[in-house]
């Protein structure tokens, strides 16, 4: 998690910077001048970097802090709009209140406790993750929900879920907390050339195709920049892509887009082909039929994937169906699989472009196959990214349009 101070030193930051002057920035955050000369030495002291310039004619931003003060409004904006929200649910206003003085009363230990408890469903294991007592998360857990006098934290038969209410500020809070981390990221880029960080959520035919060389590229030139890849299945990689824990999630699109706050960017269309190991009897077929390939087994992804939906689209004009299916997810079962048996699989040739060239794999030649599905990246609709992460996610573009030359 972000090691920063507490939202009232973040909104003093804002003001100062707004106003230019300490006395101005005291009267609205309700803190003395020494409290807020202090809380700008410590974050300073925290992102390493001095933010303001002291001039006679008051506090100037230096360009770090100005850096800052962007991520920093991004990240009270959203906790202040879902604060808002809290507020008009409970008294019932059509109208959009002003949530001051609640975001005033939450402080980053509370909304700590509130991350900590979703992940781990229980007060302890909450406490052993982010390093504190029991007693102490469970008594910023229940500040929490007396300061915004609503139910955040509920018992159930598997330990503490958090409501209907407290997801949304949940997301509100990995968002905010997010846009923190970015702005620290973007000082360290600025003071140490190379150095950033991003998230990506990769789906199985970018991780053989398009991201290994992407970051091979990338890390050659910045090798300060870390990248982490996540990987799973669609809906859980959106999940976390929605809440802040991914930056960019690449692989198949889809089509309606399944979410309003997301959106997506086509870089290739990709073919799909029937495989098969290269020594597999149908290679000695020459006239391959419908009812042939039905009588096969397959290895196929799960229901409700785009390749999925290809599969059966394949079949659904004809009277059989398969019915000898392997379902999985994973590349390397799948690999396994058709190298070790007379098994079949509706793959994209990127994803097995090694295997074609090594000669383990073939493609099944069958005229009335013509099936392809748009690879890309999926963003939060609102994510800003750093200039390092423009710079992979460039490099990402430029690798999917030499692919969709090769397509």
């Not at 846009?179 to 998230?199: D, F, H, M, T």
Request: with cysteine; hydrophobic share 40%.
């Amino acid at each position: 998690m972000v090691d920063i101070p507490n939202l009232r030193h973040l909104r003093a930051f804002i003001y100062i910077a707004d106003s230019g002057s300490i006395s101005k920035a005291s009267e609205l955050v309700f803190l003395s001048q020494p409290a807020l000369t202090q809380a700008i030495a410590k974050l300073e002291s925290v992102v390493k970097a001095t933010l303001f310039e002291r001039r006679s004619d008051g506090m100037h931003l230096t360009s770090l802090g100005m850096m800052l003060n962007k991520r920093v409004c991004r990240a009270i904006n959203i906790l202040d709009d879902e604060l808002t929200k809290i507020l008009n649910i409970k008294t019932g206003s059509s109208k959009k209140a002003k949530s001051s003085n609640y975001i005033n009363t939450v402080t980053i230990t509370q909304l700590r406790a509130l991350l900590a408890v979703a992940e781990n469903k229980s007060y302890s294991a909450a406490g052993r993750s982010i390093g504190v007592s029991q007693s102490s998360l469970y008594r910023a857990s229940k500040e929490l929900e007396a300061s915004l006098d609503v139910v955040l934290f509920e018992k159930t038969s598997l330990g503490i879920s958090i409501s209907k209410v407290g997801l949304g500020l949940l997301k509100a809070t990995k968002l905010a907390f997010k846009e923190i981390q970015q702005g620290l990221e973007e000082i360290s880029s600025e003071q140490s050339a190379g150095a950033g960080r991003i998230v990506v959520g990769s789906m199985p035919l970018a991780r053989t195709c398009l991201l290994p060389e992407t970051i091979n590229d990338f890390s050659y030139i910045n090798d300060d920049f870390n990248i982490k890849v996540v990987e799973g299945d669609y809906s859980d990689l959106l999940y976390h892509l929605r809440n802040g824990e991914i930056d960019v999630l690449i692989g198949a699109l889809r089509f309606p887009p399944p979410a309003v706050d997301i959106r997506q960017e086509t870089l290739f269309d990709s073919s799909n082909n029937i495989i098969a190991r290269t020594d597999h009897p149908l290679t000695k077929v020459d006239d391959l039929t419908m009812d042939i390939l039905a009588e096969q087994s397959w290895v196929v992804p799960g229901e409700h994937t785009p390749a999925r939906k290809m599969f059966n689209a394949f079949f659904s004009n004809t009277d059989k169906y398969p019915q000898k299916l392997i379902e999985t997810s994973s590349q390397i079962l799948v690999r396994e699989i058709l190298l070790g048996s007379n098994k079949l699989a509706i793959l994209s040739k990127h994803q097995v472009q090694r295997e074609l060239n090594e000669g383990k794999f073939t493609i099944l030649d069958f005229p009335s196959f013509s099936h392809s599905r748009p690879i890309g990246l999926t963003f939060r609709q609102n994510w800003h990214a750093t200039d390092l992460q423009k710079s992979f996610i460039s490099l990402l573009r430029d690798k999917g349009l030499a692919l969709s030359v090769l397509s």
